[in-house]
Nanobody, 115 residues
């Protein structure tokens, strides 16, 4: 079992930056691939970024060049640095951990981009 807790969400102006963090516990030694997803009201949940245990990353086209995902395996954390934020980035952001057999989700953290 893995527990995931997101933090760092909040209100930010367009063009601003925000850093989200996901802390994992419960099965910390496992080499999980991690991902960030987001869901806006009335929209489907979509993948934002993924990162493997060894640090390989992948991004949705909509956030390429603006967002960066990183992880610290010793601390069992994964971060999402969000720059040049747009109103369309407004959503609840969810952390995901995936192994060969299991997948886990955090409770989400709200990001609102508005002036």
């Amino acid at each position: 079992q893995v527990q995931l807790v997101e933090s760092g969400g909040g209100l930010v102006q367009p063009g601003g930056s925000l850093r989200l963090s996901c802390a994992a516990s419960g099965s910390a030694a496992r080499r999980y691939a991690m991902g960030w997803y987001r869901q806006a009201p009335g929209k489907q949940r979509e993948l934002v970024a993924t990162i493997t245990y060894d640090g390989s990353t992948n991004y949705a086209d909509s956030v390429k060049g603006r967002f960066g995902v990183s992880r610290d395996n010793a601390k069992n954390t994964v971060d999402l640095q969000m720059n040049s934020l747009k109103p369309e980035d407004t959503a609840v952001y969810y952390c995901n951990a995936r192994s060969l057999l299991s997948s886990y989700w955090g409770q989400g953290t709200q990001v609102t981009v508005s002036s």
